[in-house]
C-alpha cells in the first residue's frame, strides 16, 4: 500500500476542515502540527452560537466579511481555549494567511506556514514571516493524495 506523505496528509486534513466554512466568501482550513501530530483545526465560522453567513448572509463593512473568525485564529484560539502550546508549531493553511492571521500565527509562536494556494499574498505580512524567522512554504493538495483516499473504497 502506498502512504501519503506527512505534507499531503496535513494539507488534505486541512482541506476537509475547509469544507466546514460558513461563510461562502472563502472557504478556509487550517490544521496546526506539533511533532507531526495534528494539535488543533480551524476553518472560517462565525463566533460559535451566532448565525451563519450561510444562512443569514455575509455581514459585509469596506468589502470585508466582518462575521467570521478566519480559520487560523480558530485553530490558535482552540489551542488558548484547551491549553495547548502552539510554541514551535507548524500550520498548514488552505490560502495564503490575511495580515491579521499572519500577526497572530508569528505571535502564538508558530515557526512554519505551509499553504496550498496563494491568495492576495499580503506585501507586509510576507514582510513580517522573514523578519520573525517563521518559513513560508506553498504545497499544493495534490491530486495522487486524493487518489489514495478514493482507493480505500
Ligand atoms: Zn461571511
Ligand atoms: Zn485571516
Redesign the pocket.
Known amino acids: 500500500m502506498e502512504r501519503i506523505s506527512w505534507h499531503q496528509y496535513f494539507m488534505a486534513q486541512t482541506h476537509l476542515i475547509a469544507l466546514r466554512s ?4 472563502l472557504t478556509v482550513g487550517a490544521t496546526i502540527v506539533r511533532d507531526k501530530r495534528i494539535i488543533a483545526g480551524g476553518y ?1 465560522g462565525s463566533v460559535s452560537g451566532s448565525a451563519h ?1 450561510i444562512d443569514v ?4 463593512i469596506e468589502n470585508h ?1 466582518v ?2 473568525v478566519h480559520a487560523e485564529m480558530n485553530a490558535v484560539l482552540q489551542c488558548a481555549k484547551f491549553g495547548v502550546p502552539t510554541d514551535g508549531a507548524e500550520i498548514y493553511v488552505t490560502h495564503f494567511p490575511c495580515l491579521q492571521c499572519t500577526k497572530s500565527i508569528i505571535q502564538a509562536g508558530i515557526k512554519k506556514v505551509y499553504y496550498a494556494k496563494d491568495y492576495k499574498n499580503n506585501p507586509y505580512a510576507i514582510e513580517l514571516y522573514e523578519e520573525a524567522g517563521v518559513e513560508t512554504q506553498k504545497i499544493p493538495l495534490d491530486d495522487d493524495a486524493l487518489q489514495l483516499v478514493h482507493r480505500l473504497e
Open positions: 460558513t461563510c461562502e466568501r472560517n453567513c448572509g455575509c455581514y459585509v466579511c462575521r467570521t
